[in-house]
């Protein structure tokens, strides 16, 4: 029988705090008071998520993300209304520094989401 782990999610970034902060707001989690600037983490206040890390370092962003996060804003919606709802999230989030980067409309085989990047140009999608 295997034993259960608890994850957390590790960023490499150039700002810890902001990324951290950004995040944070995201997803209502709490930001981890502030250390030396190498690094920040946010937590899930209910214990239900896993924690996020986000680490300095000195090199920049200069691909795509090979693993992305999944923000659930409209699980259990379907067409419009799931549309709508993920349009309402973007809306939020922008102000927070995401920017959106596509509209994926649905098809025979998928709902909707929305790709987004993060305040460091991070994917992430509003699913």
Known sequence: MSTLREVQVTFD???PEVVARFW???L???QAPPDDGTWSACTDPT???PRLYFQRVPEGKVVKNRVHLDVRA???LVG???LAALEAERDRLIPLGA???QILYA???NESCIVMLDVEGNEFCLD
């Open 13 to 15: 970034c150039a700002e």
């Open 24 to 26: 944070a707001e995201v």
């Open 28 to 30: 209502g989690y709490e």
């Open 47 to 49: 214990g239900k998520g």
């Open 74 to 76: 409209g699980t259990g």
């Open 80 to 82: 419009a209304e799931r």
């Open 99 to 101: 920017q959106q980067q």
């Open 107 to 109: 098809d025979e085989e």
